[in-house]
């Protein structure tokens, strides 16, 4: 997953699709959030539950522990590793839900320039994607998050061969569960991901190599 992706719906939006019971605790804001183009270190809206309340916050993508500095905070964590790795240990237990409508990967197809792919699901719902951070009651400096990864499968693989851990709505919300065992979350993201003919993926325009590009026409398709 090479580290762009679009959050263009409301955080309403994003929440049906849990279809949830909970209050909502609400720091996005209601209007559509109209993000097209995010890149790593920017706030992302994500999900997370405490105490019985569904909390929306906009979190930086992106975390280190405080003992690693010598590199880029990841942004990504590999399902393979993440639950038994030193590096991401802190974080582990502390899962959200980062809803996104798409995602871009960049594909060598001989030309001057990489080609830009956006990738979303087929059916139009957003993208339930598996995250752990380190959430603050106050957003705190060293705040942050992760989205879990996997090896991508079936045709995705000619566009990356990496993939977030895109999780079906029933089981988004008992990712969130904070009284599941870190074993059976584990288990979920390495198996229970959705398969990759779930989703679509197309051709879009370069200009979306460029962060400070945004607007809707980023997200539409080219020859």
């Known amino acids: 997953m090479c580290g762009r992706l679009s959050q263009y719906h409301g955080i309403h939006d994003f929440v049906a699709a849990l279809s949830m019971p909970h209050p909502l605790a609400n720091h996005v804001g209601d209007q559509p959030l109209?993000?097209?183009?995010?890149?790593?270190?920017?706030?992302?809206?994500?999900?997370?539950?405490?105490?019985?309340?569904?909390?929306?916050?906009?979190?930086?993508?992106?975390?280190?522990?405080?003992?690693?500095k010598d590199r880029a905070p990841p942004i990504n964590a590999r399902v393979e590793k993440v639950a038994h790795?030193?590096?991401?240990?802190?974080?582990?237990?502390?899962?959200?839900?980062v809803p996104i409508d798409n995602w871009f990967e960049w594909v060598d197809e001989g030309g001057p320039k990489k080609q830009p792919y956006l990738i979303r699901r087929r059916d139009g719902r957003p993208a339930l994607c598996a995250g752990i951070g380190q959430f603050s009651v106050e957003s705190g400096a060293h705040d942050g998050f992760v989205i879990i990864t996997a090896d991508s499968v079936g045709g995705m693989v000619d566009v990356h061969d990496r993939r977030p851990v895109v999780l079906p709505p029933e089981l988004a919300g008992h990712w969130l569960d904070p009284a599941m065992p870190g074993g059976q979350a584990e288990q979920m993201a390495l198996n229970l991901g959705e398969p990759s003919d779930v989703f679509e993926w197309y051709r879009v325009g370069l200009a979306v190599g460029n962060v400070r590009n945004q607007g809707a026409s980023l997200i539409q398709p080219v020859q």
């Open 85 to 97: 790795g030193a590096f991401f240990k802190a974080i582990w237990p502390h899962r959200a839900i």
């Open 34 to 68: 109209e993000c097209y183009n995010v890149a790593p270190s920017s706030r992302v809206a994500l999900l997370r539950l405490t105490e019985g309340v569904l909390h929306a916050d906009r979190v930086r993508w992106g975390w280190q522990p405080h003992w690693a």
